[in-house]
């Protein structure tokens, strides 16, 4: 089976503070996704990636940055934490030409 | 640009009884479209993938169908269960490049 993790489930920062949320699959997947979802708003795609030390920017990649360092590992990084950065943050990963994505359990971030 | 919604936004039924979820986009240049299960605080599971050029998906009580001339898909349950309640979100995905637009998801109830 597919697995994607992602490090924390539970998260809570201080506005200010640099936070890393990383995200590891076991499959071998070229592509990897960082979306978060916010009641209301639905799902928004924030960056991916589609190979290693490649990134795109997807819909809202404003107060975020990305690592793709390993081909398994998909970094999302918040330079400088602030409140509406409150969210469930969902880490996803495919195989090109796969189509199907595979979710982690996803982080619940609190910035105070 | 693609936009994705869902009708209704939530939907309470007693045990057993059929039930449909609906799904529309505005461009109909679709390549696949996707019907994902979230449960409470968790990410996302992959239930069907509809490519553009099918009509239908089945996997045991689920069955989903696309109609792309009008932009709309339908996930059809079947007999539907107490464990089937979570939210059901769709997806589509305009090009092979897995880059998908979720729309903001159903949120079904089944009481016992």
């Known amino acids: 089976d597919v697995k994607v993790t992602q490090s924390s489930r539970y998260l809570v920062k201080r506005t200010g503070e640099k936070v890393f949320l990383e995200c590891v699959q076991d499959?071998?997947?070229?592509?990897m996704f960082w979306y978060r979802q916010d009641p209301g708003l639905g799902l928004r795609l924030i960056y991916f990636?589609?190979?290693?030390?490649?990134?795109e920017k997807g819909d809202i990649p404003e107060g975020y940055s990305v690592s793709r360092e390993k081909k398994e590992r998909f970094s999302l990084i918040l330079e400088s934490a602030s409140t509406n950065q409150t969210s469930m943050y969902l880490c996803?990963?495919?195989?090109?030409?796969?189509?199907?994505?595979?979710f982690g359990p996803g982080t619940r971030l609190l910035v105070l | 640009k693609q936009e994705v919604t869902q009708i209704p936004a939530a939907l309470s039924v007693p045990e057993g009884e059929n039930l449909v979820l609906n799904c529309s986009f505005t461009?109909?240049?679709?390549?696949?479209l996707q019907w994902f299960r979230q449960d409470p605080g968790k990410g996302l599971t992959s239930l069907l993938l509809?490519?553009?050029?099918?009509r239908e998906q089945t996997s045991g009580r689920l069955n989903a169908s696309l109609d792309k001339s009008s932009g709309r898909s339908t996930l059809y349950i079947a007999a539907s269960q107490p464990g089937d309640s979570a939210t059901y979100l769709c997806?589509?995905?305009?090009?092979?490049?897995?880059?998908?637009?979720f729309g903001p998801g159903t949120s079904l109830s089944v009481i016992p």
């Open positions: 997806a589509v995905d305009k090009t092979s490049y897995d880059k998908v637009i």
């Open positions: 461009d109909s240049a679709i390549y696949n």
């Open positions: 996803a990963s495919s195989s090109s030409g796969q189509e199907t994505q595979y």
């Open positions: 509809i490519q553009s050029s099918q």
């Open positions: 990636s589609y190979d290693v030390k490649m990134k």
């Open positions: 499959m071998d997947h070229e592509n």
